[in-house]
Each structure stands twice: as structure tokens, then as C-alpha cells.
């Protein structure tokens, strides 16, 4: 690469470590796999059959890599499905709600609104605790057993990129129910109870990889539900179960990236490595917003996301602050800071790929910012 | 590259044009859009905003392209979704039945059977004509309009993978009943009377790019049509019609491949281009398989695919003959050409992408395979 990489922090599809896109490009080339002498190892891999001995080496270490990285039980089944989280918001009630018992929901923000629309169509839905009353501006306390405790299941998402509010830990809920997570954007970032969760999916687009690829782990006795409705064969888990993810053709390529970004991550560290990292990360760019008088953190102390930092600016002229805030950040390569327009401001999206460089760049650059204004 | 590239002949996801996979891997690395001076233009395909104007810019060229090149009509959506072929034959009934009035089908193999089952699980459902008595080697006669002038629709696969059967033209059924078509498997191949289709949907892995992309293109009215049972946010046309494709995060990478494979396309001179080269290519393969007494051509003239050529090897040991062809093949750099199981014998997927020079090779190879035998 000839010019300066950007500081990217957009919300995603987000940045990749560059060693990965290094490898993914030679693989777009030729796949050539150690150890593999067939015709397709001499082939790109956007060539070969999702059947072939090739591509199986790279489909089982990337579910291996989900098991040993992600820290996903061996109990839970692995998929890599299409659709993106958006398409989860219907399987998960599509495949999981029981007759006469409601799907709970926790809402959190945009996200879990879009899983409780889906819910709604299909049948009962209850959503048992909310932020929204100060625009989800922190994670709300866990409500008492009694009110989802004839659940179907329980569905939090786990870290909201528009508001940027995180659950510390994923919250224990006793056996019955089983617990459901969007973890879409935080997934793989630091060890916070992957064990509790009975069925998780997260777009890979965040943490994992590039669009296209819906990483979803399920355990076994929820494979097994018998759904209430006429389901279609593509939308059910059994039948992605039962086949190993090759009922029809996946996204081959977006399995690569994965493993190639499982990879990374292991040589990092997993979970315990990423996560001291991305603490590091968010407590510097906090530290500042918390210290500074121009800008707001708008996400409640308890509630913060390592991974969507957002913030507002303050002051008489807050639009024209903000807005010469994104040019002078865009001058200086930083891409992607502009806020969702539900919250406004900014938002610097560091997951785990972003560098901890680019927060000492970003922080060095806000300082200056606001010594100046 | 250093190693000879194999001869490619999979069934998919299937061969890509080396510049495309060049380019591609440039785009991996940096996108680098003429003209374009923001800082995604410096960042990786993988890594940018599908909101972003960069990103914009390849999803609008493919748009047109599939306009352009694949001659989609105008009136016409493109849309591109996730999921493959196996999501549209649920789709396709979810949102285009009509109470009181049966979908029917025209069965002309595994994937039509496959649509038929999903659309037999959520209503009336009618197979008006079908090829099953003599295992698919041909497309049967199109039946009597009376059979399905009620329809909600009539849906047929343009071309059968498995058994090498092709529709030479798509069918004129007249006015009222909509043709919907699968054209995973020979879209773009040759002027095929796409102009008839009024919804029609390809899996990219085989003539337009990598596997986990979907391109669907569906006339107007057909996108106002108000479902009959509950259809899901993600399942309707609807919702990605509203949102040009962007409604959830699309495989942005596979919009850039599929944009790369059409720019090519383009340079060859469309559908017209590539049906001269496909006419040649196959007609040069079939030409070697009725003149020999060693292999045994599986389609009936007249139903037989330029895409996909089937065979089974004759002779008292056929099993036999079958395994020495096919190591032999292999040795000589032939990858993919073991056939399905449905029919046995050989298969070779000679797509757009599969040059000419690649059929001379074959045919070479099998003429001195059948003189030593």
C-alpha cells in the first residue's frame, strides 16, 4: 500500500488487521494450502466447490477456531448461515417459540426493536425490561425471574453500536430458560460469559470478518425444538445442523476471512488477549471524554461499550462544533466517526482490529481539538 | 501464479476469470476507485460502510451492469440478497401467491423439486409438467395454458445443473401469469428471452461471482403484491426493493465480484458475446460425444445445456471405465468433473469464464482416453 492506511472506525463493516487482508488477497490469487496437493489448492478460493477436501480443511478449522477462540462450548453446534443478524430477528422466533409461552425480549436499543418487531408478527412477545425512556442510554438491571420465567427464551443483545451501551457480563438466568444474544458487535471481544448463552449469533462484519456471514451457535436441545408454524427448510436450524452448514452453497469466502481473522485473534491471545486490549482502548478514550468539558460521553458509567465509544459536543453552538469536529477528524484520516443520527454527535467504532495506535492517535487529535476551540 | 492453473470445470461455486480474481485481490488490499479521494478509496472492500459513497459507487456500477450486460429489463428491480437459490424457492412463494390461485412449476430436476417442496408447505401448489419419468434428460413440452392459467405464478429452472438439460428459450406464456425463472445456473450465458421473466433470481457462484450473493430482479407489480400469510421483514421482496438492497448490511464483497465478473462480461460483448463462445464450446463437446461409442451424452438434443455437459462411460466394466477416466482427468489438471450422483459418469461446467482453449484440452484428452481404452 502506497498511501497511509486511514484511522478506521467505522461501525461496519469495520477494519480488519492488515496481515489478514494479506492473506485473504493471496487466497483470492491461489489457495495454495500447506500440506494440500489437489487441483483446488491451485485454484483461488473463490473457485472451488464448498464440497471439496480443500475448502473442508478451512470450513472445520474455522468452527474449530469459534470453539477454541470465541471460547464457544463444545456443547453448542456451530453454523456459518447468510442474512445477516437481521435475518436471526426471524429465525429465532420462527424456530424457538412454544405455544402458550411468550418470547421475552430486553430492550436496548434500534437493534433489539427490530428482533421484537419480527417476535410480534409471529405470536406473543414481551419485552421485559427497557432503556428507552432516556434513549438508551444504558444497559437496564436484569428484571425479576417471575416475569419471563414461562418464557420461550429470553433475547438481550449484548452491545448496541448506535447508542454505544454494553452488558458488562451476560446475565446468568437460571436453567429453564434459555437465553438468547444478539452478539453481533461485541462478539469475541473479552471473556463475558459465552457459557450462559443457549443460542448466539452475530453478523461477522464487526469482529469476525466481512459482510455476508452470519456465525450463529446453538445448543443442541434448541436444534431440536419442533417449530410451532410452517417454517421454510432454508430458515431452520435443524436443517443447517444436520448438513454442517452444506445444505446449500454458503459464503466460502466469508468462512475464509473468519478463520483467517480466528487466526489473528489466537495469536493474540483469544478472548483474554483481545479483551486487556480493548479495555486498554475504551478506558483512555472514556478517561478523556470524561476529563474534557467539550464533550459527552453519552453512555452511562456501568453500561459503556468497549467497542462504540459515543459521544456528543457541548456548548453554545453544539451543530457547528460537531461539524467542524468530523471535517477536522476526516483531514486528519480518521474515517467514519459520524454518530447515528439517533444519538447525533460522534462514534468511534474500535473493535477488535483497531489498533491501540489509533487511539493515541484519536485522543492526541481530540486534546488538540479542544485546546483549540 | 506459479503453477499451471488447473482446467476447472466445478459445478460451483466454478472458475472466475483470472483478471477478475486479480483485480479482486487488489481490491482486497486497497480499493483504489478512479477518481474517488475519500479515505474508504484507501481502505480494503472489506472494511468500508456499505453506506459509504465508495461503496456506492460498485453497488450502482452492478446495478447497471446487470442492466447492461445481463439485458435485465428497466422495468425491472435488481436486487442483491443473501442466502442463494435455496432462499428463493421460499421467497418466491412467501410473497407472490395469491389466495384461491395454485403456484405452479414446471419439474425439470433436483432444483425445481426443491422448489416445489417449499411451496407446497404454504399452499396449492401445482406440477403442470415434468421430466422425472426418464430421469430429466430433457425439457418437457410446455402444457396447454388452460393448465396454468390460474396461477399465482409459473416457475421453471432455465437450465439443470445435475443432468446437463437446458430451456432453449425461456417460454412466452402470456400475459397475465407471471414467469418466474431460476437462472442460478446459466444467467448471462446467451439470449435466452430474459425480457419474458418477471421475476427471476440467480445464485452468483456459477456465471457471476462468488458464492453468498444472490442477484433477484423482479418487475414492479410483482414487489406490490401484499403476501398472503406472514412473510418476515428479511423474506420481503418489499423491503429490499424500498432500500435498494441496503436495508440490512449486504455482501458488499460479493457486489464488487459480481461488478469485476460483469465489467468483464462487458468487454466481450454481453450475452451475445458470451453465446457465441458458448454455442462454440459446447457444440465442440457434444460434437466429441455423439461420435464416440465410448461416451454416452446423458441430455436429449434439444434440451442440451451449454453450461453443463453430462456423460456416462459404455462397455461391459462401465464403473470401471468411469474411475480410470477420472483419474486420468485428474492427473491432466481436469478438476470437478466427477458427476452427480443422480446421474453418475462425468460432468464438466464449462461456464463463461471456462475458455475455449480449456474445451480443446478436453476433448484432446478424451479422444486419446478413448483410443488407448
Not at 49 to 63: E, G
Not at 210 to 225: K, W
Not at 241 to 255: C, D, K, M, Q, R
Not at 341 to 352: H, L
Request: charged content about 20%; some cysteine; proline content about 5%.
Amino acid at each position: 500500500m502506497t498511501r497511509p492506511r486511514p484511522h478506521n472506525v467505522s461501525a461496519g463493516p469495520a477494519i480488519l488487521p492488515v496481515e489478514v487482508l494479506e492473506r485473504t488477497a493471496e487466497a483470492i490469487r491461489e489457495l495454495d494450502l500447506p500440506g494440500d496437493t489437489s487441483l483446488e489448492s491451485r485454484l483461488s478460493i473463490l473457485e472451488i466447490s464448498h464440497r471439496s477436501a480443500a475448502f473442508q480443511t478451512i470450513h472445520d478449522a474455522a468452527i474449530d477456531l469459534c470453539h477454541e477462540v470465541l471460547e464457544i462450548p463444545r456443547s453448542h453446534k456451530v453454523l456459518f448461515l447468510q442474512g445477516g443478524a437481521s435475518t436471526q430477528f426471524a429465525m429465532v422466533p420462527m424456530n424457538l417459540r412454544r405455544a402458550d409461552r411468550p418470547a421475552c425480549y430486553i430492550e436496548t436499543g434500534v437493534w433489539s426493536k427490530k428482533a421484537i418487531t419480527e417476535s410480534k408478527m409471529l405470536g406473543e412477545t414481551k419485552v421485559v425490561a427497557s432503556s428507552a425512556a432516556t434513549n438508551h442510554d444504558h444497559i437496564p438491571a436484569m428484571p425479576a425471574p417471575e416475569t419471563y420465567a414461562n418464557a420461550s427464551y429470553l433475547h438481550i443483545t449484548s452491545n448496541n453500536t448506535i447508542y454505544g451501551t454494553e452488558w458488562d457480563q451476560l446475565p446468568e438466568i437460571g436453567s429453564d430458560v434459555p437465553l438468547v444474544v444478539d452478539l453481533s458487535s461485541n462478539v469475541g471481544s473479552r471473556k463475558m460469559g459465552i457459557e450462559r448463552v443457549a443460542l448466539g449469533y452475530a453478523g461477522a462484519q464487526k469482529n469476525l470478518g466481512p459482510s455476508g456471514v452470519t456465525v450463529v451457535f446453538v445448543r443442541e436441545d434448541l436444534i431440536a425444538r419442533e417449530p410451532v408454524g410452517v417454517v421454510p427448510t432454508m430458515l431452520r436450524y435443524s436443517t443447517h445442523a444436520a448438513e454442517n452448514s452444506l445444505y446449500n452453497t454458503p459464503n466460502t469466502f466469508g468462512i475464509l476471512v473468519l478463520r483467517n481473522v480466528l487466526q489473528w485473534m489466537k495469536g493474540i491471545g483469544g478472548v483474554a488477549g483481545m479483551g486487556a486490549i480493548n479495555e486498554s482502548k475504551a478506558e483512555k478514550l472514556y478517561a478523556l471524554l470524561d476529563a474534557s468539558s467539550l464533550y459527552r460521553a453519552h453512555a452511562k458509567v456501568g453500561s459503556r461499550s468497549r467497542m462504540n465509544v459515543t459521544w456528543t459536543l457541548g456548548g453554545s453552538d453544539a451543530d457547528g462544533a460537531t461539524k467542524r469536529f468530523l471535517a477536522a477528524a476526516e483531514a486528519q484520516g480518521f474515517c467514519g466517526l459520524k454518530g447515528h443520527r439517533s444519538v447525533g454527535g460522534c462514534r468511534a467504532s474500535i473493535y477488535n482490529a483497531f489498533p491501540e495506535s489509533g487511539i493515541d492517535a484519536l485522543c492526541e487529535f481530540m486534546r488538540e481539538f479542544e485546546r483549540k476551540a
